[in-house]
């Protein structure tokens, strides 16, 4: 069975330059662009994501599909995102060749 639903996250109208699920669990999608902004949003859909095989800090989260969890506010572009194999810490990249970490906790 395949379900799809299009959700519009925006980047004040900027190109997304990168976009990536959390690996432990996939409920949850970062993304950013040009605008200078890193989102984190959730990717949970009810009827879908019942696993219990996810881990990481975004397992048990329940926030309906497109619901912004973090955002941060870097002011410059930023080029990528990317999440640790246990979705534990994320990484971007700015375009002025600085790298910045965010660590989540499980809570």
Same mark, same amino acid.
């Given at each position: 069975?395949?379900?799809?639903?299009?959700?519009?996250?925006?980047? *004040?109208?900027?190109?997304?330059?990168?976009? $990536?699920?959390?690996? &432990?669990?996939?409920?949850?999608?970062? +993304?950013?662009?040009?605008?200078?902004?890193?989102?984190?949003?959730?990717?949970?859909?009810?009827?879908?994501?019942?696993?219990?095989?996810?881990?990481?800090?975004?397992?048990?989260?329940? *926030?309906?599909?497109?619901?912004?969890?973090? $955002?941060?506010?870097? &002011?410059?572009?930023?080029?990528?995102? +990317?999440?640790?194999?246990?979705?534990?810490?994320?990484?971007?990249?700015?375009?002025?060749?600085?790298?910045?970490?965010?660590?989540?906790?499980?809570?």
């Amino acid at each position: 069975m395949w379900i799809a639903n299009q959700e519009k996250q925006r980047h *004040e109208e900027q190109t997304v330059n990168c976009v $990536r699920y959390d690996p &432990g669990s996939g409920r949850a999608l970062a +993304s950013c662009g040009m605008d200078g902004v890193v989102q984190v949003r959730s990717a949970y859909e009810k009827d879908t994501d019942d696993n219990a095989a996810a881990t990481g800090p975004f397992a048990n989260m329940t *926030e309906k599909m497109d619901t912004m969890l973090y $955002r941060f506010n870097v &002011g410059g572009w930023i080029n990528f995102v +990317s999440f640790s194999l246990t979705s534990q810490t994320m990484a971007f990249g700015t375009h002025d060749s600085e790298i910045h970490f965010c660590c989540f906790d499980a809570e």
